[in-house]
């Protein structure tokens, strides 16, 4: 039998497995729900904020069966923070949100300080992932970052921002060249830590958004930034990119993670037409998993396999009031229907 870290690692290395891993990334793809947060005993909020909780919140997602793999952060806040954005840290029902934006104009990135990793959330993770890496055990660590757009649309108003790629252009190539030089940092810190794989979750640079153009000027090239100093450290990448890719296929395989990451909305089987022989990771509907029946949610995760999806995953993460027994159906369907095969 494959350990949960064996098992990813193939499946990176295009390598056979016995079947596809299930995990959940966290950051944006948060794995966490309210029923896991009441049977730990945790305060969400504290979590956001402690080490110590933060892993052992990770940690149980694992042993009560619903992944196959750790991960901080359980929210796409912590970045903002820690370039002066007031953030709402949420309850055990809602994850942190910013609720006040430090500048207000790309030209203003200078006012912005470059992250402490010493101290705030920032340091919350990497003290987080240290404690899972202590473990020593075979379940694989992720780190996650705030993609490169929906980092800088946090700290300012992203309507503003959006429209300041194309009238203010030189100012926003600077402001984002800051950002993805401290979040790249924060990444670098994490697979420090003890990081096996660092996932990009950039749900505000779409295609939809921003356009072809925009989309391969902007989101493509600062996330690649990033992938390139993963890669120089020897660790893997996913990148998670909301809404349709049917306009920005060509541009989208041109994002050089060993992963990429899709919402329920993309057909993985076509997908897979558009992106050759890459990695594809998802989408079970996070919708199903909290609203619907756990044998729909088994029948979803079959035909992601059957679609050619080489890792299965929530589309966006978990609702918080997904229950436990909806969760675990993924990985059921994926290990029933391997001991069926194995029998």
Same mark, same amino acid.
């Given at each position: ?131 899972? #890496? ?36 030189? #100012? ?172």
């Amino acid at each position: 039998m494959l350990t949960p870290k064996e098992r990813l690692e193939k499946v990176l290395n295009h390598q056979e497995v016995d079947r596809p891993p299930c995990i959940c990334p966290g950051g944006m793809m948060n794995m966490v729900t309210e029923e896991l947060i009441k049977l730990c005993e945790i305060s969400f909020p504290d979590a956001h904020q402690n080490p110590q909780q933060m892993a052992d919140l990770s940690e149980a997602v694992y042993k009560e069966g619903c992944f196959e793999n750790y991960g901080v952060p359980f929210c796409m806040t912590v970045e903002a923070e820690e370039f002066g954005a007031d953030i709402d840290m949420g309850s055990n029902i809602y994850e942190p949100h910013v609720i006040n934006y430090n500048i207000s104009s790309v030209s203003e990135w200078e006012k912005l300080e470059a992250i402490d990793f010493s101290k705030g959330r920032s340091s919350t993770v990497i003290d987080a992932i240290k404690i899972l #890496k202590a473990k020593n055990t075979e379940v694989p660590i992720i780190g996650n970052i705030t993609g490169p757009i929906s980092t800088a649309s946090s700290i300012m108003e992203p309507v503003v921002f959006y429209k300041e790629l194309r009238k203010n252009n030189e #100012k926003a190539h600077e402001y984002m060249t800051f950002i993805t030089k401290q979040i790249t940092e924060f990444a670098i810190k994490q697979i420090e830590a003890g990081a096996d794989i660092i996932a990009i979750s950039d749900p505000s640079g779409t295609g939809e958004i921003l356009g072809p153009k925009l989309f391969d000027e902007f989101a493509v090239k600062y996330i690649n930034q990033i992938i390139a100093e993963v890669k120089r450290l020897g660790k893997r990448s996913i990148v998670h990119i909301c809404g349709q890719m049917k306009n920005v296929y060509k541009e989208v395989n041109k994002i050089e993670s060993d992963v990429l990451s899709f919402d329920s909305i993309v057909s993985i089987s076509e997908a897979k037409k558009n992106l050759g022989n890459r990695l594809i990771m998802g989408n079970v509907s996070t919708y199903t998993i909290e609203f619907g029946e756990m044998q729909k949610i088994a029948d979803m995760t079959k035909k992601c396999v059957l679609d050619g999806s080489d890792i299965i995953s929530p589309a966006c993460g978990l609702g918080m009031k997904s229950s436990l027994k909806n969760v675990r159906s993924m990985l059921s369907a994926l290990t029933e229907g391997d001991a069926k095969n194995n029998a």
